[in-house]
């Protein structure tokens, strides 16, 4: 069982930037193919970006790319997620999920973090 701590969130002013951390447990993580999620007040959690176990394969919904990076460091275990460029739509709460293969969809994903919160002010 793998266990997933974020952390990196807090307030930022519009065109600001984060970098949001995740380091996993309980695996080996060179074997996980990682996700990062949001979920805003009222939204249904939704797909922000992914990597590929080696890093070489990157995921971005249409919102995020040019703005947000996905990377990893598996000998630290960690996935990162650089967000320059903020806007208040990208306020939510961000989760940190692992899967076995890379992709785009929640039900793909078998562990999840607790989450941090992000919020953008205009």
């Known amino acids: 069982q793998v266990q997933l701590v974020e952390s990196g969130g807090g307030l930022v002013q519009a065109g600001g930037s984060l970098r949001l951390s995740c380091v996993a447990s309980?695996?080996?993580?060179?074997?996980?193919?990682m996700g990062w999620f949001r979920q805003a007040p009222g939204k249904e959690r939704e797909f922000v970006a992914a990597?590929?176990?080696?890093?070489?394969?990157?995921l971005y919904t249409d919102s995020v790319k040019d703005r947000f990076t996905i990377s990893r460091d598996n000998a630290e275990n960690t996935v990162y997620l650089q967000m320059n460029s903020l806007k208040p739509e990208d306020t939510a709460n961000y989760y940190c999920?692992?899967?076995?293969?890379?992709?785009?969809?929640?039900?793909?994903?078998?562990?999840w973090g607790q989450g941090t919160q992000v919020t953008v002010s205009s």
């Open positions: 999920a692992a899967a076995s293969i890379v992709g785009m969809t929640l039900e793909g994903y078998r562990a």
């Open positions: 990597i590929s176990q080696s890093g070489s394969d990157t």
């Open positions: 309980g695996r080996t993580f060179s074997w996980l193919a």
